[in-house]
């Protein structure tokens, strides 16, 4: 079977808007116009929106509608979390925990924060990804206030044990955040049942549009957390400024979709276990990145030695689209930090290719892919 060109593998950068979303948005780009904030029926119907996406959005973890504050994305939410842990708990202590392999949105806060008199222990991985959790008890302090460690990277894919870091936060009476943006498709989550307070969404990861977010802030904090854009008072004062309601109920209903079809998806493991068959008879010396078990379903992260990765992605481009890791460095051209704290060599980042599955990735699809990526590596390897 011929399959439809350009073929897309870039699912951790970003993921095509569901049909079904689509068309839940667009009364809220056309008729249904009216600020939710106003009170006419224009301002209600708004209103009403917004207050469904919250459930269906609240409903994907297993939270309350009530917990959930919208957001203008994943990294708005990762930094409403930690600088809002900051600034409301300055005065208890002034070190966090966080990892090596956190996604900018995480990793840069910390950077920045730091700048301002924030202790930050990175806790290094080993060369699968892995956190070792006697380091994370090793690295708790008196005036500790907060562990973020994500739930899943978005390079590697490798997964982090939520439940036990979060066990281990709560019996140190330090919160738990972790950026579950990568994992919101694949790995169910019910903060009912796992220690956390605070969880960061992306609505175009897992289907939606781009633009917006949520945090969930556990009800049971013993304080507000510090707003980080003040105004209007949205959000019940913790996140001003107009919501984007078109957005919005575009994550509502991506996240009802991801809630419902979770099963379906993560069966693209099977598509990405073949693939890797596929890579390894068809090119010499490649080798796996990120744990080979506990990791995200859709993600396939190769070292290709003797290529440069960016040369290859841009020659696949007409034809597949494809990642060298962090879409945020694409233009940067700077060595991945993540796959740097794997404890490779720096040289090992340009040599690296992430894939990353779909919904609607195909058999065909990956048979093509590999057959194409493996010629080009002949070409640049000059074989
Ligand atoms: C994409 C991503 C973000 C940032 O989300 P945006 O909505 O693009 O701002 C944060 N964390 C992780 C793990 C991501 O993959």
Redesign the pocket.
């Known amino acids: 079977m011929p399959v439809k060109l350009p073929i897309y593998m870039d699912h951790?950068?970003?993921t095509p808007i569901d049909p079904a979303v689509l068309k839940a948005m667009m009364p809220y780009l056309t008729e249904n116009y009216g600020n939710p904030g106003a009170y006419h029926i224009f301002g209600q119907k708004a209103a009403l929106a917004i207050e469904t996406a919250r459930e269906k959005t609240a409903a994907l973890i297993n939270a309350d509608p009530g917990e959930i504050v919208f957001t203008?994305?994943?990294?708005?939410?990762?930094n409403l979390a930690i600088k809002g842990i900051i600034e409301t708990l300055e005065r208890r202590g002034k070190h966090i925990i966080t990892s090596s392999i956190?996604?900018?949105?995480?990793f840069n806060v910390c950077r920045e924060m730091e700048e301002h008199g924030l202790k930050v222990s990175y806790l290094p991985v080993d060369k699968f990804g892995n956190i070792n959790l006697q380091h994370l008890k090793e690295a708790i302090r008196k005036d500790t206030i907060l562990i973020s460690l994500?739930?899943?990277?978005?390079e590697i894919g490798t997964q982090y044990p939520i439940d036990d870091i979060g066990d281990i936060a709560h019996e140190n009476n330090i919160f738990f955040h972790t950026?579950?943006?990568?994992?919101a498709n694949y790995i169910p989550i019910d903060v009912r049942k796992s220690p956390v307070d605070l969880l960061?969404l992306?609505?175009?990861?897992l289907y939606g549009p781009?633009?917006?977010?949520a945090l969930y802030i556990n009800r049971d904090l013993p304080f507000k957390l510090k707003a980080q854009m003040d105004g209007g008072g949205q959000e019940r004062n913790r996140r001003s400024g107009t919501h984007n309601v078109p957005g919005i109920v575009g994550m509502g209903e991506a996240c009802g979709i991801a809630l419902e079809k979770m099963p379906k998806t993560c069966e693209v493991a099977i598509l990405r276990d073949e693939m890797w068959e596929l890579f390894q008879k068809a090119i010499s010396g490649v080798e796996m990145h990120g744990n080979q078990y506990f990791r995200l379903p859709n993600n396939l992260n190769i070292f290709i030695p003797g290529v440069n990765t960016t040369d290859l992605v841009r020659m696949c481009g007409s034809k597949i689209a494809l990642s060298t890791g962090?879409?945020?460095n694409a233009f940067q051209r700077e060595p991945s930090h993540v796959i740097a704290a794997l404890g490779f060599s720096m040289n090992r980042s340009f040599s690296t290719l992430r894939i990353g599955l779909g919904r609607s990735t195909t058999r065909d699809e990956i048979y093509f892919a590999v057959d194409y990526i493996a010629k080009q590596v002949s070409m640049l390897r000059g074989e």
């Not at 956190?102 to 995480?106: K, L, N």
């Not at 781009?210 to 977010?213: A, D, T």
């Open positions: 951790h950068a970003s203008s994305g994943g990294t708005e939410s990762d956190e996604h900018h949105a995480v994500m739930t899943a990277n978005n950026d579950a943006v990568q994992s960061s992306s609505a175009h990861k781009k633009g917006v977010g962090s879409t945020c």
